[in-house]
């Protein structure tokens, strides 16, 4: 057995490698042709060389080979995997800069804002140009999306008709915080969720057949009380003791966000607090309020920026190229091995609210999440074997928690319409809709500050050209 996968933006070393460890983990997949496309050769060939000290430190008959070329690396392949970002740390540098001299503040910038709107519009072309490279030579393949934004830029590629199925691991990520924050073993909490990706509602949560989700909001509501409304207990911004005994003081657990929406809504959502207040107009108002939710501020842009990649790279040969092999926690290569085996197993992914990926929209037929938009890229569990990615209809979501994922689907319509269209107008539109620029800014200063990020990064949007 031969599994064909290609990863397109393999040029980012760290997470091709850990990937391709995931793949190789998995007896039956040994023998895999793996091909690596990126733009940038050398960045491409270093990637090459590490995965080919995986290879042989391992004495694994897996084929690796690496080009610039997009049909060479997909001709034939049953499995595309999209880990890029197009424009690089350069356009992310505008992603988030720009709407800051606004007010707008994003602590990461890629998955809704102005800053993930415009990763979208950068990554629409790309998405196009691969659909059709695959419908060419690969039909029946298919993309395995890693990149942000998750959710619009699979509503994109679902445009298009290619089969997509885009992956993440905030549900297991937090599903691990949650069952830790109960005291319970991981691997025996039981949940379901739907939504969007880094939006999405564990709407029950379950250990050995108890409802444990009355537990989780007292326990929330404990260590996490509201920072607004415990003024006289806490001053704003300050860590609380209970945070510090509870060892929550490092960045992704800080949880006053989460527990606070859950507070008015009910159900825990999948992101991170830092980043999840990105998504709604409650949390960034102003700097006293940022301070009081968001303690000790987390900034992926300057993160990205202070990269240490000599150091990286010794990181990737010590930790990814000498370890035995084992699979991390992202599902890509449990999706391949299953339709390669026909091994049955449940991921979460990110597929049609239509149905299983690469089908038509078809009136007829139920949406996956029933309350949802019919066009929305939802995030749900799949069963995944030999006849690919088959989404499991979840029914209706809470309705608060419906209302909130529209606001942000409001914005992941309008964008990608603006990405396909080349229409400026969208572009405005749908910055305008969205949840935090249209809590912060008037409508004249979110054109403003659109035009200039369309200004900055017209070399990556050749759809908006010539356009006004």
Not at 128 to 147: E, F, G, Q, S
Not at 260 to 280: A, K, L, N, P, Q
Request: charged fraction near 25%.
């Amino acid at each position: 057995m031969t599994a064909k996968i290609a990863l397109v933006g393999a040029g980012g070393f760290e997470f091709p490698v850990g990937l391709t460890r995931d793949f190789l983990s998995h007896e039956e997949l040994v023998d895999s042709d793996i091909r690596l496309m990126d733009v940038h050769a050398g960045r491409n060939e270093r990637t090459r060389a590490l995965i080919g000290k995986v290879v042989a430190r391992h004495k694994l008959p897996t084929k690796v080979t690496a080009t610039t070329d997009l049909e060479e690396a997909l001709d034939g392949v049953g499995y595309v995997v999209v880990v890029w970002q197009v424009g690089g740390i350069e356009a992310y540098e505008h992603d988030v800069e720009i709407p800051r001299k606004y007010g707008v503040d994003q602590p990461v910038g890629d998955t809704l804002g102005p800053g993930g709107i415009f990763r979208l519009l950068r990554s629409a072309p790309a998405y196009r140009r691969v659909a059709k490279t695959m419908r060419r030579v690969a039909p029946d393949a298919l993309m395995i999306n890693y990149a942000n934004p998750m959710a619009m830029n699979c509503m994109a590629v679902n445009r298009t008709g290619v089969r997509c199925v885009g992956l993440c691991h905030s549900v297991q990520g937090t599903s691990h915080l949650l069952a830790t924050e109960l005291g319970i073993p991981p691997a025996e909490l039981v949940y379901k969720v739907a939504g969007y990706n880094h939006q999405a509602w564990y709407t029950e949560l379950r250990h050995k057949g108890k409802d444990v989700y009355p537990e989780l909001r007292r326990i929330m509501s404990e260590r996490y009380p509201s920072p607004v409304e415990a003024r006289s207990a806490r001053t704003l911004g300050e860590v609380s003791e209970i945070d510090r005994q509870a060892g929550h003081g490092e960045v992704y657990h800080q949880e006053e966000v989460r527990t606070e929406i859950m507070r008015t809504f009910g159900y825990f959502h999948t992101e991170s607090s830092h980043h999840g207040s990105e998504y709604v107009p409650w949390f960034r108002k102003n700097k006293e309020m940022v301070d009081a939710y968001i303690h000790q501020r987390w900034d992926y842009y300057q993160v990205c920026r202070g990269h240490n990649y000599t150091a990286q790279e010794e990181w990737v040969e010590r930790d990814l190229v000498e370890k035995p092999l084992t699979s991390s926690v992202e599902y890509g290569s449990g999706i391949v091995h299953s339709m390669e085996t026909d091994t049955k197993r449940v991921i979460y992914g990110t597929v049609p609210n239509w149905g299983p990926p690469g089908t038509s929209p078809d009136p007829a037929r139920a949406l996956v999440v029933s309350n949802l938009p019919w066009d929305a890229a939802v995030e749900v569990a799949c069963l995944v074997d030999k006849n690919g990615i088959q989404p499991v209809a979840f029914g209706a979501l809470p309705e608060q928690c419906a209302a909130v994922n529209r606001l942000g689907i409001n914005v992941h319509q309008l964008a990608v319409e603006a990405a396909f269209t080349g229409d400026v107008q969208k572009v405005y539109q749908a910055v305008a809709m969205d949840p935090l620029a249209g809590a912060l800014l008037t409508l004249p200063q979110i054109r403003e500050m659109t035009d200039e990020m369309l200004a900055a990064e017209r070399q990556w949007l050749p759809q908006f050209e010539g356009k006004a």
